[in-house]
């Protein structure tokens, strides 16, 4: 009887230990996942579900893009959605990752990036692109990333230079030097000498109807997107900006006042890390900055010089730990005329100290026609809509 006992405490001894050993290790699990979510900061946004933006909603829920690719053409929103790129044209298939800019061969992105015709520019395969120098794009072009892994990065990057029409869409564009003086080929029919270019990741200069989407853009010379002499109608969109300083200028210096005609709609953009100023900057023209998100930034995030008008609209903006740089806004103007400048938010979400300095009188509303206009959402909903900015991770035959 006292053998029997005897193991029957034994069992139960095992038995308390192995639910206690359970316990503890649920427990232990439960407080490492605790401590994960404490390390984020309390204004950061709690896990989320992904919602698709308009744009997105447009197009990445069919599982035949692939075999559709041009209704992306019919997806843009804002200043720039009349934007069609090459959609009139015949799909041109990159198949060579080399470049030469004086004489391109058929199959490199060059050689379809020139060519007067309209064309929609797919890709083979992944491809890493170092160009030997700018890539002038020429009117009614797509170049579509989708599906592949296309990286354009470690030499000079792309130009639009007085051309209409232009979608530039999943690319990642990155470590961008400035471009050589020599002869550059920029049509069928014309090769030209270029004095170099400045370095910028895109640089477009009095053109209209571009729609710059899904890209991946940090680490470049000068600029990561400049838009200037008279640039208008774009839409600038679903982007992932990182690791730069002069981010984003709309409108060439203060004395250009041909600038004063330019429209840009900056929306559903991702502002990551380590970007230090010009989130956009803007000079003279209209610019509206819509539902994008804010990972901080080291200077200020939206500025302008020249008596720009801003309308900050649904943003959600955390500003840097350092006190002295809480300013969402700057003026770059000596002058104390800057009170008169339209700058205006609304439906924006400030966190960690963030605040938006407004000035003016008067409507600043977009006045977008019918096909341009969209509904801006809540600030607070910006994290869930800017989650796939950059480049995405298409599947033929599968819904993107």
């Known amino acids: 009887m006292a053998k029997s006992t005897n193991s029957l405490q034994l069992f139960s001894c095992l038995l308390i230990c192995l639910i206690s050993t359970i316990v503890a290790s649920k427990s232990s699990h439960e407080h490492a996942t605790k401590e994960v979510h404490d390390y984020l900061p309390s204004y950061y946004p ?39 790129g090459g959609k009139n044209g015949d799909i041109y298939i990159v198949t060579d990752s080399s470049d030469d800019p004086v004489n391109p061969k058929p199959g490199t992105l060059r050689y379809g990036a020139i060519q007067s015709e309209p064309l929609w520019i797919i890709f083979k395969m992944d491809m890493a692109l170092t160009l030997k120098n700018e890539l002038m ?21 792309i130009t639009l ?10 690319i990642s564009i990155h470590d961008c030097k400035p471009g050589k003086k020599g002869m550059v080929q920029s049509s069928p029919e014309h090769v030209g000498e270029r004095l170099g270019s400045d370095g910028d990741a895109i640089s477009v200069f009095g053109s209209s109807n571009i729609w ?7 680490r470049a010379t000068d600029g990561l997107l400049d838009v200037i002499h008279a640039s208008t109608a774009v839409t600038i969109s679903n982007n992932y900006f990182t690791e730069h300083d002069k981010v984003m200028l709309l409108g ?3 004395e250009y006042t041909a600038d004063r005609s330019m429209k840009v709609t900056v929306v559903f953009n991702h502002f990551g890390r380590e970007l230090v100023q ?8 209209y610019a509206h900055v819509a539902n994008n998100y804010y990972d901080q930034w080291l200077m200020y995030a939206i500025g302008g010089s020249a008596n720009p008008t801003i309308l900050s609209e649904g943003n959600y903006f955390i500003a840097p730990d350092k006190d002295s740089n809480k300013e969402v806004t700057k003026r770059e103007t000596q002058e104390k005329g800057w009170k008169n400048w339209k700058w205006r938010s609304s439906k924006d979400v400030f966190l960690n100290g963030a605040y938006f300095l407004p000035s003016g009188y008067g409507g600043i509303a977009p006045k977008y026609t019918r096909e341009q206009s969209f509904i801006v959402a809540q600030g607070s909903l910006t994290p869930s809509l800017t989650s796939d900015a950059g480049p995405l991770q298409c599947v033929v035959n599968e819904p993107c």
């Not at 992904?50 to 019919?74: E, H, M, P």
């Not at 230079?161 to 999943?170: E, F, K, L």
Request: with cysteine.
């Open 46 to 84: 709690q896990p989320h579900k992904n919602l698709l933006n308009v744009i997105d909603s447009c197009w990445r829920l069919n599982d035949d893009w692939s075999s559709n690719r041009k209704a992306l053409a019919d997806c843009a929103i804002g200043f720039g959605s009349s934007t069609i």
């Open 137 to 157: 794009v020429n009117s009614y072009k797509t170049i579509d990333g989708r599906g592949a892994k296309i990286e354009i990065s470690n030499g000079p990057c």
């Open 161 to 170: 230079d007085y051309v209409t029409n232009v979608i530039i869409h999943g």
């Open 212 to 218: 710059i989407d899904h890209c991946y853009l940090a």
């Open 252 to 254: 060439h210096n203060d």
């Open 278 to 285: 010009r989130m956009p900057r803007v000079r003279h023209g």
